[in-house]
T-cell receptor
Framework: AQTVTQSQPEMSVQEAETVTLSCTYD???????LFWYKQPPSRQMILVIR??????QNATENRFSVNFQKAAKSFSLKISDSQLGDAAMYFC??????????????FGQGTILTVHP | NAGVTQTPKFQVLKTGQSMTLQCAQD?????MSWYRQDPGMGLRLIHY???????DQGEVPNGYNVSRSTTEDFPLRLLSAAPSQTSVYFC?????????????FGSGTQLSVL
């Protein structure tokens, strides 16, 4: 079974600075998908970014980018120019392709990000 | 623009009581699922459905039942609530059950079982 590990329970960053959240995963599959979800205090889960394992290029979405290291099974999230609205719990998630995986996500434990003004 | 609607937002139960968490989506999504969120454990899949009339178990299905009689609705039933079921519950849906699809989440139900 796949596992996802977020080793940083909490992180903090100053407004306008850059922060990197770590995620590692364990899998024997060669093709899969990785996600970062954001959960602000409102509890709403919001997709931040998505990476397909067969794509070597790292995904980016505005101020959010990932560093995907397939051999190391690492998938970190970099937030540039941090804003107060970025304060949230961030979850890394893994999904297998097709077969009987049926959209199932395996989540990490989450990292609480605090942004200081 | 409702998206995924969960009710209730908060609920307190006594051990042994039963209840149903409601989930409805208005996006004609094929795939719906239920997750529970516990501190230090992230979100774990309880049950999922790939279409009306089709459901299956996820990682932590014990103590929960689901059914999917319509595309829109996917209720989660707790048959006999236990303190171990104290958690935040999320319903989520996606356009298809392809595993690269974006999941749309409801706002969650905070459940406490005393």
């Amino acid at each position: 079974a796949q596992t996802v590990t977020q080793s940083q329970p909490e992180m903090s960053v100053q407004e306008a600075e850059t922060v990197t959240l770590s995620c590692t995963y364990d899998t024997s599959e060669s093709d899969y998908y990785l996600f970062w979800y954001k959960q602000p205090p409102s509890r709403q889960m919001i997709l931040v970014i998505r990476q397909e394992a067969y794509k070597q290029q790292n995904a980016t979405e505005n101020r959010f980018s990932v560093n995907f290291q397939k051999a190391a099974k690492s998938f970190s999230l970099k937030i540039s120019d941090s804003q107060l609205g970025d304060a949230a719990m961030y979850f890394c998630a893994y999904s297998s392709p097709g077969g009987t995986s049926y959209g199932k996500l395996t989540f990490g434990q989450g990292t609480i990000l605090t942004v200081h003004p | 623009n409702a998206g995924v609607t969960q009710t209730p937002k908060f609920q307190v139960l006594k051990t042994g009581q039963s209840m149903t968490l409601q989930c409805a989506q208005d996006m004609n999504h094929e795939y719906m699922s239920w997750y529970r969120q516990d501190p230090g454990m992230g979100l774990r899949l309880i049950h999922y459905s790939v279409g009306a009339g089709i459901t299956d178990q996820g990682e932590v299905p014990n103590g929960y039942n689901v059914s999917r009689s319509t595309t829109e609705d996917f209720p989660l039933r707790l048959l006999s609530a236990a303190p171990s079921q104290t958690s935040v519950y999320f319903c989520a849906s996606s356009r298809t059950y392809a595993t690269n699809e974006k999941l749309f989440f409801g706002s969650g139900t905070q459940l406490s079982v005393l």
